[in-house]
């Protein structure tokens, strides 16, 4: 796609393929913004709310910041501001604050719909790749070097990012998130390991500064290695930092490289200035938390002096699915996206005439009613019918299920596949990832279950729900 100038004020243009996936993720991101503070409503006291506010938003300031929607960065600001005294242990929340940032999450919404009117993208061309193309690793290239130029722009530095090794090929949406992730990565060699030019020639070294990432196949994992060299990583300053904020007892014995894996620490941040790219210590909390729902792990080593080195591993062979969340009394199940036609909401005496007819009928279609426990193996019914109940219309081929769930939750994305994700539970049953919370679910095949009920095969499925 052609370049796309998106900003009337500045006149930023930014390639097409960039400001796509932009506005998906954005859309994403806000709505697990939105998951994030209605549990935090009912849940106060929670400090993984807010972390994993912030987190999200710093992500979706990134993503804004690269595609010149200054306007939305601003208002993220606004919000990391509003939340940053919330990363004390013990400090709840109150009715006030959480009505601004209710107030606000609605004016993101909105910036972003006129973020998509402006660049002249409409709703449906925002579903991107979708969840299931396998594309180039090298596809997430160019926001990276954008991302790297921008920000080096801002901070009046020089810096050039080098690639190599990148022939690989992975799922869109694993894609999509490891670079949300690695962009972190390179804000902070920008922001806290790449010096000034001045600076930098004055310790002898040449005055643009260098980023190197790697991308290999290793035993089954995409090992991403990214290494600048830069001033590298303060470990005395990281130490006093993580005693101050409790994270590490006084007499704790951990040699400097252990300390430098505080920077991973949400809030933990070198720089004593918070600035509009930099500055909160929520970047490579953001990247932790997303390589590890990725089913993955990073760490870094530093030379002083001589630069800081990323290394992350993530299975090789997952996925990422928008699924519909649902749940059955206590328990979290899933269903792929692609199964469901629709949700709809029921009240308990149709539900009982489905029960007793075993139809329901919607808009002019007669569709054949089921209770979960016909899918997994238990009793007809699971107990008492919610009043907060629906059911998810599912198309199995020829046949139509209307699905009974107590209630059914937001559509989110879930990763499958991968040593210790998405193992086989049961026959159409597979355990995959929430991306929003690393929490395990069950996630259902319909149309395996349906073939393994005819045949009487066991489909009872154990639910792993991590809360």
């Known amino acids: 796609m052609a370049a796309i100038s998106i900003n009337r004020k500045s006149g930023t243009a930014v390639d097409g393929e960039l400001l796509v996936d932009f506005l998906e993720e954005a859309e994403e991101l806000l709505r697990a913004v939105d998951r994030y503070a209605r549990a935090w409503v009912d849940d106060p006291r929670n400090q993984l709310y807010p972390q994993s506010l912030q987190e999200t938003l710093h992500t979706l300031k990134g993503g804004a910041l690269l595609c010149g929607f200054y306007d939305i960065c601003g208002l993220v600001h606004q919000l990391e501001d509003l939340l940053a005294g919330f990363r004390l242990p013990g400090l709840t929340v109150g009715e006030n604050v959480l009505g601004e940032l209710d107030a606000r999450r609605g004016e993101l919404w909105r910036l972003l719909a006129q973020a998509r ?13 979708g969840h299931d193309a396998v594309i180039p690793l090298g596809r997430m290239l160019p926001r990276l070097h954008v991302s790297v130029r921008r920000l080096g722009r801002m901070l009046g530095k020089s810096v050039e990012l080098h690639v190599k090794d990148v022939d690989l090929e992975s799922d869109a949406g694993v894609v999509r998130r490891l670079a949300m992730a690695l962009e972190h990565v390179m804000s902070d060699a920008v922001c ?9 020639l004055n310790l002898g070294k040449a005055a643009t500064g260098r980023i190197d990432m790697r991308i290999s196949l290793r035993e089954g994992s995409l090992v991403v290695e990214v290494e600048d060299d830069g001033q590298g990583i303060d470990a005395a300053r990281v130490r006093e930092l993580a005693g101050a904020s409790g994270l590490l ?6 040699g400097d490289a252990d300390c430098a894996q505080f920077v991973f620490a949400p809030g933990l941040s070198t ?7 930099c500055g909160r210590g929520m970047g490579l909390s953001a990247t932790r938390t ?3 729902r990725l089913g993955g792990r990073i760490a870094v080593d530093y030379r002083p002096g001589c630069g800081a080195r990323f290394v992350a591993r993530i299975p090789s062979k997952i996925r990422v699915e928008r699924a519909w969340i649902f749940s059955v009394e206590s328990d979290r199940y899933a269903v792929s996206d692609h199964a469901v036609e629709e949700g709809v909401p029921v009240v308990p005496e149709t539900v009982r005439r489905m029960a007793d007819s075993g139809i329901f009928e919607y808009c002019g279609e007669a569709w054949d009613f089921r209770f979960p426990g016909e899918f997994l193996g238990g009793p007809r019914s699971r107990g008492a019918v919610s009043a907060d109940g629906a059911v998810l219309l599912l198309r199995c081929g020829k046949r139509r299920i209307a699905f009974y769930a107590d209630a059914v939750r937001d559509r989110q994305d879930v990763v499958v596949g991968g040593a210790g994700l998405g193992g086989g539970v049961a026959a159409g049953v597979t355990l995959a990832t929430l991306l929003d919370d690393g929490s395990f679910v069950p996630l259902l095949n319909p149309g395996v279950l349906l073939e393994s009920e005819s045949t009487g095969q066991d489909t009872s499925a154990s639910p792993r729900n991590d809360e």
């Open 117 to 129: 009117e402006l660049a002249g993208i409409g709703v449906a061309a925002n579903e991107g790749l």
């Open 192 to 200: 806290h390991g790449i010096e000034s030019a001045g600076h930098r």
């Open 249 to 254: 007892a006084s007499d704790a014995d951990l």
């Open 271 to 277: 720089i004593g200035q918070v600035g509009s790219a």
């Open 290 to 292: 997303g390589i590890a």
